[in-house]
């Protein structure tokens, strides 16, 4: 699985004058928690960006005074008006302490609906799941194969091994619509059989054959 280091320094003071000096200097404060305790740290702003502007699903791994906790991203904070990042949660993985993670859903395969003139639509990008750390991956692989024109794949066909979904199991998270030209020639095609079957009417009247004439 991808991961990327963080170096980070202790923070000992708290509070809003403290939080503006470190963002004057360039520097998000964060915390770190889960673990035997709970620490508090600020890294450069240019050090969180491989792991917050990324769809991607990866671990951290964060040096503060020498001393290094393997972790994931929980929550990320942006100033409202300048769109910042100021302030960045992680959590601590604990090998037998299981973890909530919304991991990516990765689509493989050429649906049939497709294949038949559909068009496909994901509904859901990443899935909610609770795990142990070491079932973590980077996504999880979702076969849309067997996918037919106007059906759906929802949460309960995803299969995580080791892993209990939190979404709902009735959510749609794929699906096969018919396109706009598929409609259109599904419309077409009985106004085109009408006229053929209303010419075939008197051909087959004539061509039947003469009732006999009722005896006297």
Not at 13 to 18: I, T
Not at 48 to 65: H, N, Q, R, S
Not at 95 to 106: F, G, H, Q, R, S
Not at 125 to 140: C, H, Q, W
Request: glycine content about 6%.
């Amino acid at each position: 699985m991808k991961s990327i280091t963080i170096e980070g320094q202790l923070r000992t003071e708290s509070g809003k004058k403290a939080t503006r000096q470190l963002r004057s200097q360039q520097l998000v404060p964060g915390v770190i928690y889960g673990g035997k305790t709970e620490i508090n740290f600020s890294a450069p702003a240019s050090s969180f960006k491989g792991i917050v502007y990324t769809p991607e699903f990866m671990l951290a791994d964060v040096t503060v005074d020498g001393n290094s906790y393997r972790c994931i991203l929980k929550d990320i904070q942006f100033n409202k008006v300048t769109d910042a990042l100021t302030h960045v949660d992680f959590l601590e993985l604990v090998e037998d302490k299981k973890v909530i993670a919304n991991l990516p859903l990765k689509y493989v395969g050429t649906p049939a609906g497709v294949k038949a003139g559909g068009k496909l639509v994901t509904k859901m990008k990443s899935i909610k799941v609770k795990t142990l750390p070491k079932y973590l991956k980077e996504f999880i692989e979702v076969d849309i194969n067997n996918l037919a024109l106007n059906e759906n794949l929802r949460v309960q066909d995803v299969v995580a091994t080791n892993m209990e979904v939190l979404n709902s199991p009735k959510i749609p998270i794929a699906s096969v619509t018919m396109t706009r030209q598929l409609k259109q020639e599904e419309a077409a095609a009985p106004k085109a059989a009408a006229p053929a079957a209303k010419a075939a009417a008197p051909a087959a009247k004539a061509a039947a054959p003469a009732a006999p004439a009722a005896k006297k």
